[in-house]
């Protein structure tokens, strides 16, 4: 793993700093008033710049509008402190907005038991962090495992069992959208529509890379798949003001259909989601059957 940053523009290096810095001072602070020892001794293992920005093929298009994250594996000294009410302080000040914070920041956090774990079954997400990442903090003593060497044949199994299990699953829920939409239930039609893209999201990061986290934030789950395969990019044109609002819409499903009554979507914008959805499945189903098949191949010359 790389220690430097002078890849980097002198501006996103001072930007990594700071990013460090909050990191540090929002975990402190939430676990400064807990009682239980693993809580209140808990500590920050590693910080790790993985991604786009570590490998140095990062993206700044204004004019699509597209904008590659910091992509942070932040490795904690235990399972608990993984929860999100750790790290909500952190990835609120982390907006873009904060005076010398400009790049978007996406923030995954796991256990070093759990890390380690990962790495002994050649999980590629992790491996791939190992080799092209950049460690920005360091904990002496905390040791991250020699990644195993995963056959083909063993990641091909794991692949073909998350292909069946999310395309099917992202199935029910749309069909689930139509059901609610035939009876006139906006609101359960378009988060049944935001569960199916969600889906289809997790399903292309397990079958590509055998890891997806826990998110369900549509706009995180979209650019974490669309750098693995930009042709996933044109589920969602984005040139319109009508496009980005239905997005934004679905995003909020998640949240704001179940729970608040201001929530409101129209026919005419649940019909250009439900089409759009649609689109996203058969992205998603080319990308996932390509990879499998590239396994297939793989897990042949292994024979």
Not at 51 to 75: E, I, K
Not at 216 to 224: E, G, P, S, V
Not at 235 to 242: C, G, I, L, S
Request: aromatic share 10%; net charge neutral.
């Amino acid at each position: 793993m790389k220690k430097s940053l002078d890849h980097l523009p002198p501006r996103k290096q001072v930007e990594l700093r700071r990013v460090v810095e909050i990191i540090q001072e929002s975990f402190a602070a939430a676990v400064a008033t807990r009682r239980a020892a693993r809580l209140k001794n808990g500590r920050i293992l590693k910080i790790i710049l993985y991604g786009s920005y570590a490998r140095g093929d990062w993206v700044h298009d204004p004019v699509g509008r597209y904008f590659s994250d910091f992509d942070l594996l932040v490795v904690v000294d235990h399972e608990d402190l993984t929860d999100g009410e750790f790290w909500h302080d952190a990835e609120n000040r982390l907006m873009p907005g904060e005076t010398l914070i400009r790049t978007p920041v996406s923030l995954i956090v796991h256990s070093l038991d759990d890390v380690n774990e990962q790495l002994d079954r050649g999980r590629y997400f992790f491996a791939d962090i190992l080799r092209e990442g950049v460690l920005l903090h360091d904990t002496p003593g905390a040791k991250l495992h020699k990644p195993a060497d995963l056959k083909a044949k063993a990641a091909l199994v794991e692949a073909e069992g998350f292909f069946a299990e999310w395309m099917s699953s992202s199935a029910e829920f749309q069909a689930g959208a139509r059901f609610y939409q035939e009876r006139g239930n906006h609101k359960l039609a378009a988060f049944s529509l935001h569960q199916a893209a969600e889906h289809l999201y997790h399903c292309i990061l397990l079958v590509v890379t055998l890891y997806s986290g826990k998110a369900h934030n549509l706009a995180f789950l979209r650019k974490k798949c669309e750098a693995v395969d930009a042709r996933l990019a044109e589920a969602w044109p984005r040139e319109t003001k009508f496009e980005r609002r239905c997005f934004e819409l679905l995003r909020e499903a998640y949240v704001k259909a179940r729970y608040s009554k201001h929530y409101k979507i129209t026919a005419e914008e649940l019909a250009w989601l439900t089409e759009r959805v649609e689109v996203l499945r058969r992205l998603a189903e080319a990308v996932c059957r390509e990879r499998l098949e590239q396994l297939r191949l793989l897990a042949a010359d292994e024979a």
